[in-house]
């Protein structure tokens, strides 16, 4: 009997644990799904192809969640583990890993997050669609070169005349290149995680592969190219085209030109039907596109020329993708810009920037050499026990830039002349009490990683037309003058969501010059140059005069040359 | 009186019950591996990006913690890190969805790499705590102090997550 109530002490501490714990979890769970952001419903594709899968994948704005079931699509068998937490899940090499489920929802599904290492793959989302694709494939919205092929990778060569599907380089172990199989004939090549198969085929294919990926080789005209499906990769045809666009919904009728006075012209686009543009300043040479989707050209007109000081004639451009025609306006001067829908077509605004529209002689600048007094920036040894700083440096640009101005007529401010340091804020606020024009800041850059980056970039600030156009008329004519590449205006949010301190903070027209890199050794030669210093600042300066003076960064300054030039 | 005995038995028991219950409901699953994401600099033709990396959370580890200081390490033989070397975790709070994360002083290094890389050691930062739900911003502080960056002002209150800067032109140095 006393056997029986021990057991029984036992047992119902013991019950009312398990079953309590049940309903904290419930009830925490429940109260964690409700902070979270509801999980919507999101139509997933693999590299493109469409996944049907019976149950959709969610997605809470943080995590993809995909269906067990979509986990066979991807290559991936698994079986349920402890309850249904953990789905053990078998890689195509043979080699099983755990996930943990989540559940969104009622039913388990798997974190993305937790596959993507295993898979090599990554997701983009636009809106509710989602694709899957091999993390090593670029994203669209960014144009970059690839990256370096890893090890193992053929070289490129010619593959013109090979037959398709004459051989695959595995790169693992060095093995001999496939024979090439029949027609149709599927050959599975091992590929380790990660790597680069390199194809010989006519437009040598380089793919990247997913974890564990089996490689077949398919020998299927016409042109060759890659699919993912299933989570395996084989050579089919090529991808297919993209839709063809939807035939236009207006016409341009004609475009024609309001002055209304010398610093601000309107392009009033004509059109039978609605347009919507979206303009865009470019370089190289300086002009404003206009992309007009759905709109097709006027029958046998492709110019039309202005006759104003700022503008100098409208053309139809080459088309640039599929079902947008792009009207390009040729400039005479540098112009800040609006474009917007009309009840007739579309206007685009053009005007004089701010501060500029004037000798430069007139001009009221203020130079801010980076950094200063125990802020040294950004720093590299150069032998000898020498170390080059970047609050030097830009110091001496600046400095020079400064002497080049004033020898021209203008009045400049610097926001530190020693090695002292200045707070973030009183930089651009010395270009407000100053009442400046201007306000430009020189630095030089670094990158964690030696030699990955080189050349020139000038920052503007968010969307700041005004300030877009002073850093294109420095980023040309800086880069130019120090024999830099010229990486361009860039608009500081690519490098932080605020933006730049110096740049957010100022009441003018503002750029940040980044002159070079300090962690590329042919920058680095260049910066440290004497000669190559006074030419960045003749650049600096000639840049600040080509945008008061609204002179195209194409255009040579046609001042003569003071006496260091 | 055994009834009463029963009674409070009972309610004895459904008490450590209850207690033993929200222990096993709210402790850690040290049972489950997790993986969290880290993002690392890697050269990206003519420039640098982050790109992001799974990292298996160790049993009985905290993921965020273990997240932040998986940053701090360079990704194996030659790989880099966004964060200076040798920065470490001092503290992490996460209050009312804000996150401060205390780093050594290891970290105040990050003055010295230029812009590239105060902005490539943010964008991981706030790349990192976005992945975990119950974190919307970020405060870094340096020992305790609030940290400045030399190019971007303070690093207070930074909204997390991976930012959308589409559209801007060019990308990234």
Redesign the interface.
């Given at each position: 009997m006393s056997g029986r109530r021990a057991r029984g002490a036992i047992r119902g501490p013991l019950l009312a644990a398990w079953g309590t714990r049940a309903l904290w979890s419930i009830l925490l769970s429940s109260l964690g799904a409700a902070a979270l952001a509801a999980p919507e419903p999101v139509r997933l594709s693999l590299r493109g192809e469409p996944l049907q899968l019976r149950a959709p994948a969610l997605h809470d704005g943080r995590e993809l969640y995909l269906p067990l079931a979509a986990l066979p699509r991807l290559g991936l068998r698994y079986s349920l583990e402890r309850r249904g937490e953990i789905a053990r899940v078998t890689l195509p090499g043979g080699r099983t890993a755990e996930v943990p489920l989540a559940r969104p929802t009622r039913e388990p599904m798997a974190p993305f997050s937790a596959l993507a290492g295993h898979l090599g793959l990554e997701y983009h989302r636009e809106g509710r669609n989602i694709d899957l694709r091999p993390a090593a494939s670029r994203s669209p919205s960014r144009e970059r070169e690839s990256p370096t092929p890893p090890a193992g990778r053929s070289p490129p060569g010619d593959g013109g005349g090979v037959q398709p599907a004459q051989g695959i380089d595995p790169p693992a172990g060095g093995r001999a290149p496939v024979a090439a199989p029949p027609a149709g004939e599927r050959v599975p090549v091992a590929a380790p995680p990660g790597v680069v198969v390199a194809v010989d085929l006519p437009g040598r294919l380089p793919v990247s592969t997913p974890a564990d990926a089996v490689v077949e080789a398919v020998a299927l005209p016409p042109a060759p190219g890659l699919l993912l499906a299933d989570g395996r990769a084989f050579l089919g045809p090529a991808e297919p085209p993209p839709p063809e666009p939807p035939p236009p919904t207006s016409r341009i009728v004609d475009v024609l030109f309001d002055a209304q006075d010398e610093g601000r012209v309107q392009v009033r686009i004509l059109a039978d039907g609605p347009l919507q543009p979206r303009a865009e300043l470019l370089s190289d040479p300086t002009r404003i596109a206009v992309d007009l989707p759905g709109a097709a050209p006027p029958d046998g007109v492709s110019e039309w020329v202005a006759d104003h000081p700022l503008l100098a004639s409208v053309r139809v451009a080459e088309q640039q993708r599929p079902g947008v025609l792009r009207l390009e306006l040729a400039l005479r001067t540098l112009v800040v810009h609006h474009a917007a829908a009309a009840a007739d077509g579309a206007l685009v605004n053009l005007r004089v920037p701010r501060g500029a529209g004037r000798s430069v002689r007139e001009a009221v600048i203020v130079l801010d050499p980076g950094h200063g007094g125990h802020q040294p920036g950004c720093s590299i040894g150069i032998g000898g026990g020498q170390r080059v700083l970047e609050k030097d440096l830009v110091l001496t640009v600046a400095t020079l830039a400064a002497g080049i101005l004033r020898q021209k007529g203008v009045q400049v401010y610097m926001t530190r002349t020693t090695d002292v340091a200045v707070p973030l804020r009183a930089r651009p606020a010395m270009a407000t009490e100053r009442n400046a024009d201007l306000f430009v800041s020189i630095h030089v850059d670094f990158t964690p990683i030696p030699n990955a980056a080189s050349g020139t970039t000038v920052y503007y600030h968010m969307q700041d037309e005004d300030s877009r156009c002073l850093a294109l008329s420095l980023a040309v004519r800086v880069s130019r003058a120090g024999g830099f590449r010229n990486r361009g205006a860039v608009s500081d949010r690519r490098l932080f969501a605020s933006g730049l301190a110096v740049l957010r903070h100022s009441t003018v027209p503002a750029a940040l010059v980044e002159l070079g890199f300090l962690s590329h050794y042919a920058d680095r030669r260049r910066l440290i140059r004497p000669d190559v210093q006074l030419a960045l600042a003749h650049g600096v300066a000639d840049g600040i005069r080509g945008y008061v003076e609204g002179v195209l960064p194409e255009q040579p300054l046609t001042e003569p040359p003071t006496e260091e030039q | 009186m055994r009834a009463r005995a029963a009674l409070w038995?009972?309610v004895v028991?459904?008490a450590?019950?209850?207690a033993?219950?929200?222990y096993?409901?709210?402790r850690p699953d040290d049972?489950?591996?997790?993986?969290?994401?880290v993002s690392r600099?890697?050269?990206?033709?003519?420039?640098?990006?982050l790109?992001?990396?799974?990292v298996t959370v160790p049993r009985g580890v905290d993921p965020m913690r273990h997240a932040v200081e998986a940053l701090a390490e360079p990704a194996g033989e030659g790989g880099?890190?966004?964060l200076p070397a040798g920065t470490r975790v001092l503290s992490l709070e996460v209050r009312d969805g804000v996150a401060t994360l205390d780093l050594s002083a290891e970290f105040a290094a990050l003055?010295?790499?230029?812009?590239?890389?105060?902005?490539?050691a943010?964008e991981a930062l706030?790349r990192c705590m976005?992945?975990f739900?119950?974190v919307n911003r970020l405060t870094v502080t340096v020992e305790g102090r609030p940290f400045?960056?030399?190019?971007?002002?303070p690093w207070t209150d930074?909204?997390v997550?991976a930012?959308d800067?589409?559209?801007?032109?060019?990308?990234?140095?």
């Open positions: - | 038995g009972s028991g459904l450590i019950g209850g033993a219950g929200w096993l409901a709210t049972e489950a591996p997790r993986q969290v994401r600099p890697v050269q990206a033709g003519a420039g640098v990006e790109r992001e990396q799974a880099s890190s966004a003055a010295e790499s230029g812009m590239t890389g105060e902005s490539l943010q706030l976005g992945q739900a119950e400045e960056g030399e190019h971007s002002g930074l909204p997550g930012r800067a589409a559209g801007d032109g060019e990308a990234r140095p």
